[in-house]
Each structure stands twice: as structure tokens, then as C-alpha cells.
């Protein structure tokens, strides 16, 4: 793969919502989860009346999102120029930053009020711009974001964990669990209540579902391939 010139994109919206605007055409829509005991610990903090634990979730939250997209502007590219393949599979073309296009739209619940299972929409459109030299579109390269997916949702996993470790001191599971395939608190004890809060997917999404890519689901997949993973 041929790299030119700097290697971060700039993000702008891609629509607003709030003024009843859908996304364009060929968009990818990125379901990004947190851990599910975020949400366990923020039930516990409204049942409490704890409004500062309750901000704390909320920033982890935020900060799953903003780490998700900063590491999306490092690591995508346009393919600006025509992208083939070599027989041994390697893409051979121009991958160049741009102005690339993205809206959140973030969710505290997915379908019902029992527990908050946060999550975002992450709305990303197919073409960026090249500013320089002649502000033409080019296609976004998603190829190389599926097979980092990896990658993308260890940053945002990463990011609410330190946030609440800043915030109020937790401490999680030293590895990802069986349950939910995310390291869960141990401090506050909640990753033993894992069982009163199921995994439920958000069904209000603004593409058709061949264009919907669930960050974890397509993670854990990743995972499995690796060679870590088959030797365990």
C-alpha cells in the first residue's frame, strides 16, 4: 500500500439528525458498545442518587466515542487513485488523508428502560474529500478498517476504563470475559451481576443492515482468527 504525505484525516458532520436529516446513500454505520457493567454502574448511581457517579459514567462513555473517532482520523485513508491487488493479496494504490464525514448518534438505552446499555451510531460516509490539489471525492478505505477492527475497539474499551479509573477508582477484570468479551468492573463488584443485564442490540438505526458493522461482533471475529487465539 503506497502512503503519501501527513496521515490524519480531518472529520466533519455528515448529517444532523436533529434537523430530520438521513444519512447519504453507501453510508457505514459503526455500533459501537461499552462494558456492560458501565451501564450496571450507572443504574446503581441513579438508584443512589450519586449524580457525580453518574457524570463519571457518562464521560467514560463520551470518551469510548471520541478515542473510537481520534484513532479513526490517524488511521484512514482515501483511495485516491484506482486499488488493485497482487496475487499474493496485497493492495497496491494512492491512500492519502482527507476530510472524511461522521455523525454520532449515541444511545444510553437499547430497546428498553431496565438498565443502560450505552452505545453510539457512528454514521460515516462512503467518500472524503482531497482538499489538495483539486477538492475531488474519493472513496473512504474502508477494507483496511475491517481488518483493524481489532484495533478500533480496543482504543475506545481502553479509553472508558482509564476515564473511571481517573474519575472514581475502578478496577476491571484482568481480561475480556466469557460473558460479554470486555474487561467488566471488579471495583465496584458489579461484574458478578453481569446475568440480570443480557446483551441487547439497539434496533434504530438509520442504514440497512448489510451497511450496519457491529464493532464487537466483527472484534471477537478478528480474535478468533488470530493465531493467539487458536493456540489458548
Known amino acids: 500500500m503506497a502512503r503519501n504525505g501527513p496521515t490524519v484525516s480531518d472529520v466533519a458532520p455528515l448529517f444532523d439528525p436533529e434537523r430530520g436529516e438521513v444519512p447519504p446513500p453507501g453510508t457505514i454505520e459503526f455500533y459501537l458498545e461499552t462494558p456492560r457493567t458501565l451501564g450496571l454502574l450507572f443504574a446503581a448511581a441513579e438508584d443512589a442518587g450519586r449524580s457525580d457517579i453518574i457524570d463519571a459514567a457518562i464521560r467514560a462513555w463520551d470518551a469510548s466515542y471520541e478515542s473510537f473517532v481520534g484513532y479513526f482520523e490517524r488511521f484512514i485513508l482515501l483511495e485516491c487513485a484506482p486499488v ?5 493479496g496485497e493492495r497496491i494504490g494512492l491512500f ?15 430497546g428498553d428502560r431496565d438498565f443502560a446499555r450505552f452505545h453510539d451510531h457512528i454514521y460515516v ?18 477494507t483496511s478498517v475491517r481488518e483493524t477492527m481489532v484495533g478500533f475497539a480496543a482504543v475506545a474499551e481502553g479509553a472508558v476504563q482509564r476515564s473511571l479509573r481517573q474519575s472514581i477508582a475502578t478496577q476491571w477484570t484482568p481480561e475480556p470475559t466469557s460473558a460479554t468479551g470486555f474487561r467488566e468492573l471488579v471495583e465496584p463488584p458489579l ?18 443492515a448489510a451497511q450496519r458493522w457491529n464493532v464487537v461482533d466483527m472484534r471477537d471475529r478478528e480474535r478468533r482468527r488470530s493465531p493467539r487465539y487458536r493456540s489458548a
Open 84 to 88: 488493485t491487488r497482487t496475487p499474493g
Open 125 to 142: 460516509g462512503p467518500v472524503g474529500v482531497r482538499e489538495q490539489p483539486d477538492g475531488r471525492e474519493w472513496p473512504l478505505d474502508f
Open 96 to 110: 492519502l488523508p482527507g476530510r472524511v464525514f461522521v455523525t454520532r448518534v449515541g444511545h444510553v438505552f437499547a
Open 191 to 208: 461484574v458478578q451481576h453481569l446475568g440480570l443485564c443480557s446483551r441487547r442490540l439497539c434496533e434504530d438505526s438509520l442504514v440497512p
